[in-house]
């Protein structure tokens, strides 16, 4: 088994909001994209609440993803695993991503958002001893990989909404593009 990568942050310097996921799948390492999977909810989420084409290009959903001030990045830097599942990811081959350098290059960074529990278990036990600044406020949102079937679209949509709406609300309210309806 070898080891995988993830990819580099996708951020600028204004973003607000960064999502958390733990390592791409299969699909999205061979696309070279996040969450490329086909039944993964994350762009289609996205498309909703930043009000783009769900066909747009991975270019104009990187964009739309900026220019709404929402950063994207995944805990791991490297790990073993077999297949895509978070639950497959060897523990003992586990590399973190350097937050150390991030977090002081994106100070408009208010709130974290975990995309499922594997990405937040993992960055609360080597991540945020760390950097507990006090700053950031965390939340983990239901995962919107496939294999999260508990919660139908639908409902994963509301609480991604909800919560992203509002902290984009609190950090810049006169800025909001994000859909009102749920």
Known sequence: MSIIYSFQPIADNHAKILILGSMPGLASLAANQYYAH????????????????????????????????IALWDVLRSCQRTGSLDSMIETDTQTINDFQSFFPEHREITHVFFNGGKAEACFRRHVLPENNSGLLKFTRLPSTSPANARLSFEDKYKIWHE?????????????IELRKDT
């Open 163 to 175: 919560m992203i709406h509002s902290a984009l609300e609190l950090s810049n309210p006169s800025q």
């Open 38 to 69: 086909h039944r993964n909810a994350f762009w289609p989420i996205m498309s909703q609440l930043l009000q783009i084409n769900s066909v747009a290009s991975y270019e104009e959903k990187i964009t739309a993803l900026k220019s709404s001030q």
